[in-house]
């Protein structure tokens, strides 16, 4: 399976963590989608690789995750997997009604093996995506590259990019 050729996904959620404090800054609702073709080696997510592991996401599972990032105390919305941007047909219905609700007064912060290059020119939904988010994780998981501790990566190849600023000025910031 190409992963370039995977967009929509199965439409299943591994996991929401309502309060997390590792996914981003500050305290934030962390949505783990179901499905990547990546297949890291070392991957710490094994059992959400698989398209249809974990629940369906739904209308009320949609309200959930926005009612978890209600209070004042959390500072947004964390989107991993999986792979986000192959479960589109998850996160741009959740984004929109995120950013429908919040604004742009909490961020969004998405994990993708992707690299933001090519999320660039990559199919209009994953481009149009891109825009609506503020932090992009990106890169593979390299386990050759692990390193304990690093700040929101696994591995020193991925990046912690502030992605309007990137966009804007055709370059990558990384924060």
Not at 17 to 28: A, K, L, N
Request: hydrophobic letters at 40%; charged letters at 20%.
């Amino acid at each position: 399976m190409l992963y370039a050729q995977v967009e929509t996904g199965q439409g299943y959620l591994a996991k929401i963590e309502e309060e997390s404090f590792v996914d981003g800054e500050g305290v934030r609702c962390s949505v783990y989608v179901s499905g990547c073709p990546f297949a890291c080696a070392g991957c710490y997510n094994v059992a959400a690789q698989k398209f249809k592991y974990g629940t369906p996401f739904t209308d009320e599972t949609l309200t959930q995750i926005l009612d978890a990032c209600a209070p004042d105390y959390i500072a947004g919305l964390s989107l991993l997997g999986g792979e986000p941007f192959c479960n589109i047909d998850i996160i741009q219905p959740l984004i929109e009604a995120f950013r429908a609700r919040f604004g742009h007064t909490k961020t969004i912060w998405v994990w993708s093996g992707f690299m933001f290059e090519n999320l660039k020119h990559n199919t209009k939904a994953r481009k149009e995506l891109l825009k609506q988010i503020d932090v992009l994780v990106d890169g593979p998981f390299v386990q050759q590259l692990y390193q304990p501790g690093l700040a929101f990566k696994g591995s020193l190849n991925q990046r912690v990019i502030n992605v309007p600023l990137s966009l804007q000025t055709n370059t990558i910031i990384e924060i």
